[in-house]
């Protein structure tokens, strides 16, 4: 009943499971009763489909992160379908349905499968293929069909006006849907549906998705219209100044929630001294809605008017008035002032940094060392840390992720523990994990004789260095370990995925040394999932035909082969998908079209309800030049013919369209679909074209605010000089992530001081080296500040680096 287990120590339990029974076909009895061990289970003994259903609903708490989980449901589902009669013998299925074949499912009755996939509801993750299977179900099943939505062709929202007072239901569809198919559903429900009845109506993804146009139209007054309810960030930033921007209390206001991501710092810097306390508790209470940006604007403010009633405020401050600043806010104190803090306030200060969230915390900020250093000196009265317990260790809660491999190592006495413990880490700084790796060697030995325990305690830290990876052992419980760490981690790397590759065809290679014919088995494709990138050009060559046709889609889910790779997998399609390509398989092959030529590109029925699907395939320009060929002509559709829900559905093909093209785009359907055409990254010559239509639609850039420039994305890439420098400082936190780095270095190098000051601690992270070259010092400094979330002119000291140009 245990909801999670270590693979070493789930092996070992299952192992005494299984010694308690003297046959396999007595074992093979008792598999109800293996309740998570069962996850644990390497090879199922061949059952009877009354067992194996019995072990299907064992494995359903499993994690299916693990390939090995997937193929043994994979097995268990065939032996009960064997035996599977009627639509009840489907229904014991549950949500293992999701592992039957196309061919299965289109065996299966139309109205059996309706009312399979309306009971089952979201239990059951279908795949591309499957959706594809039953997209001729009726629009008026909509919400019976909420598990398959991102399946259904745009047909199928005609009638979704008749389910707009089903609130939950809609958001629940909404949830499952592409961009292109949610921006489909509101075109329907705003050709009937006026915008004000719609904001009350709507929620979740699809209220996220109803532009700023429509919202102007929506005549929001209140808050009352709003609260309780989940907006984007240019919709937050629209409403804000809508609705609080003349209300000199704003922050008196309950329940902002997501709104709070529109309050700008100008808003906060408007709050009188009497009133920073009350503002400083109101922006931390939904603190995921809280920018880094903002929380430095409203810790600033709140240490400027705490220090206007005592000059001498934190170094005098008491228990008392610490614990009214929010934790969130205090994180921002700078590193002379956290330095200074009295003694007597150690007691709560530990309080305040075991519970911290550092997520909200720049990843370069000065603050973070300096709180570290002085949470050590709390617990250490002083600075001998080989006096540390693992008490004193554990109450430095995520700051224990922060300590530097040359503190830990004054902790002898706690350092395994220590060390143990910061695997769990989620962030560690850069400029630790080199020092932080070979400690780790240091105490604990080379992982390469680690054994299976040891690994799945501290493997995380070994997993943070790509060249120790490569040299982790061939052994046999590895890959599970692997997995299994997979599991806990945020991000993962390439060498990670190498790694798994090689164990997954190693160990089955030298089971076939005898049949070495074929490397490639359609097994091994379906484990691999994104890692059969990694197959050599010789080895894709070596697959057979029905070993391809078995697993293309798999294959077509991987975005990033070579030249090389995709040109040994055009010849599989040649050979066995032409002549003529139909639209169900142009879905199938998804990015291995990327391999076709461009005049073949021209020809392919490229449905446009589906293009997203292949979208980020890692095209070239030219490439997607030829599939908006393709994809007009198989459509029957002009770029003056674009509606809203086409030019999403385009997704990153809209940078196929020509100069003339993109100039005969509709205005007001541009104005709908901006919020998802701001997301793709074209070319500067096709950005600039974009941004002309832009300022057709929206004016000139230097009237531009928050809402619209967080609405418009990476457009804003398409500015000039001149335009990039007349924005208004406050808009610059607005500006997407992603655009930063398409910015020709040349325009980012004309920004003011406040400009860069402006654009946060996150935007900052995302400055290229290419574009510092081009900066004064002047420049850099104020880059530096702005990417340190630092609140006065403290420079960068030693012991948090030297990584100038470090990136989150």
Known sequence: MVSNMNPSLGMKYLKRFQDCFRTNEEFSKNVDKLGILACHVSNAPDLDPDLSQKLLSELDSCDDGNPKIKQMKNRLVKAVLSNATGIRGLYMLGKSLAFLTPSDLSNISKADLKDIIKNLGFSVQWTRAQMRCNKTMSGKDLLALKSVAEGLPRCAFKHVKEILNDTEGMKNIAQRMRNGQRMAMLQELLGDVAPSLLVQKLSGCLLGSLPLSMLVEANIVSLDQVEDKTWSRSQAAFLAKKILNGNKFWYRVKKLRSVMQGITCEMIDDVSDSDTGDMGQAVTEDPQWLS??????????????????????????????????????????????????????????????????????????????????????????????????????????????????????????????????????????????????????????????????????????????????????????????????????????????????????????????????????????????????????????????????????????VPDYNADQLAVLKNKTDKNLVPEITESEVKQLGCLTRGFSSEELETLPFPLDTLEETANCGWNESQMESVWKGASKYNNLTAKQLKAADMVMLSRFICGLDSTEIRQLGIDAFKDAVGSVGSVACSYSKSQELKRLAVSAFGNPNSWDEAQVSELGNIAAGLDATEFASLNSSVFSFISKPCIALIPPHIFAGLNVDQLLSLGPDNAAMVTSGQQAEMTDEQLAALERAATGSTDQEQRTDHSGKNKHGHC
């Open 292 to 557: 880094k940006r903002q929380a430095g604007c409203a810790a600033r403010k709140l240490f400027a008017s705490l220090e206007k009633e005592r000059a001498d405020y934190f170094k005098t401050i008491t228990e008392e008035e610490m614990k009214t600043i929010s934790t969130c806010l205090l994180l921002r104190l700078p590193p002379s002032k956290v330095e200074d803090l009295p003694d007597s306030v150690c007691p709560t200060l530990l309080d305040k940094i075991e519970e911290a969230d550092l997520s909200s915390l720049p990843q370069r900020s000065l603050s973070r060392p300096a709180f570290t250093e002085r949470a050590l000196r709390c617990l250490a009265n002083g600075t001998d840390l080989s006096m540390l317990t693992e008490e004193d260790v554990s109450r430095l809660g995520p700051f224990l992720c922060e300590l530097s491999p040359a503190q830990l190592k004054l902790m002898a006495p706690v350092l395994n523990s220590s060390l143990i413990a910061m695997a769990s880490c989620q962030q560690i700084p850069r400029r630790h994990v080199a020092d932080l790796v070979q400690l780790v060697n240091e105490t604990f030995g080379d992982p390469s004789n680690w054994s299976a325990e040891t690994m799945e305690e501290l493997g995380a830290l070994v997993l943070l260095d790509d060249n120790k990876i490569s040299t982790l052992p061939n052994k046999p419980w590895l890959k599970d370990v692997l997995y299994f760490l997979k599991s806990k981690l945020k991000h993962t790397s390439k060498a990670l995925g190498k790694k798994i590759f090689d164990l997954t065809t190693t160990a089955s290679n030298a089971a076939r040394k005898k049949r070495a014919a074929e490397q490639v088995t359609a097994e091994m494709i379906e484990e691999l999932g994104m890692n059969n990138v990694y197959w050599s050009v010789e080895q894709l060559d070596g697959m057979s035909d029905q070993t391809f046709l078995a697993t293309v889609e798999t294959l077509g889910d």
